[in-house]
């Protein structure tokens, strides 16, 4: 399991290879998980998106 700091490098990373569509891949990914049954995995990605909010990263208008 990742500690905060780490969901929150893991977000700035994101953003950094995806830009303004870094939420929308959070969120893809964690929804995939769920549907192939890794619960542990999208639990992960849920709080990187998570970690997208706490640093104020907005989607793309």
């Known amino acids: 399991m ?6 929150l490098q893991f977000a700035e ?3 950094f290879a ?3 569509k870094a939420a ?4 893809r990914q964690a929804i995939l ?3 192939s049954g890794d619960m542990e995995t999208a ?5 990187v998106q ?3 909010k706490c640093v104020g990263f ?4």
């Open 2 to 7: 990742m500690t905060h700091s780490g969901y």
């Open 13 to 15: 990373a994101l953003v």
């Open 18 to 20: 995806q830009g303004p």
């Open 24 to 27: 929308e891949e959070a969120a």
């Open 33 to 35: 998980c769920e549907k």
């Open 43 to 47: 639990e992960t990605w849920r709080n």
């Open 50 to 52: 998570f970690a997208l």
């Open 58 to 61: 907005k989607k793309a208008a």
